[in-house]
Nanobody, 124 residues
């Protein structure tokens, strides 16, 4: 059974940093597309960043230059390094897996597996 377990969320002040982790079980992160999405209160789930099998990355314009996705194949874990956090980054962050080596258009509906989420709160 595929499991994605996020960790690393918390509360920080604006300008601070956090690193989220997504540990995958029964699912090789190295050969499939992995992504991060987030949902702020009162809003829908939105794409943040993704990394396909070939290692190229995509990132939403709203976090470009501040967030970086990476993976450790040996640990079967994907990370999201978040720097220069702003209050508008406050959200529940979800790790997601797509059963395909490429990420396509990073559409939410194309990701098959989801973690439970980890909360990020940024205060001004």
């Amino acid at each position: 059974q595929v499991q994605l377990v996020e960790s690393g969320g918390g509360s920080v002040q604006a300008g601070g940093s956090l690193r989220l982790s997504c540990a995958a079980s029964q699912y090789p992160v190295s050969s499939n597309c992995m992504g991060w999405f987030r949902r702020a209160p009162g809003k829908g789930r939105e794409f943040v960043s993704s990394i396909p099998a070939d290692g190229t990355t995509s990132v939403a314009d709203s976090v470009k230059g501040r967030f970086t996705i990476s993976r450790d194949n040996a640990k079967n874990t994907v990370y999201l390094q978040m720097n220069s956090l702003q209050p508008e980054d406050s959200a529940m962050y979800y790790c997601a897996a797509r059963s395909w080596p490429t990420c396509g258009a990073n559409l939410l509906s194309t990701f098959s597996y989801w973690g439970q989420g980890t909360q990020v709160t940024v205060s001004s």
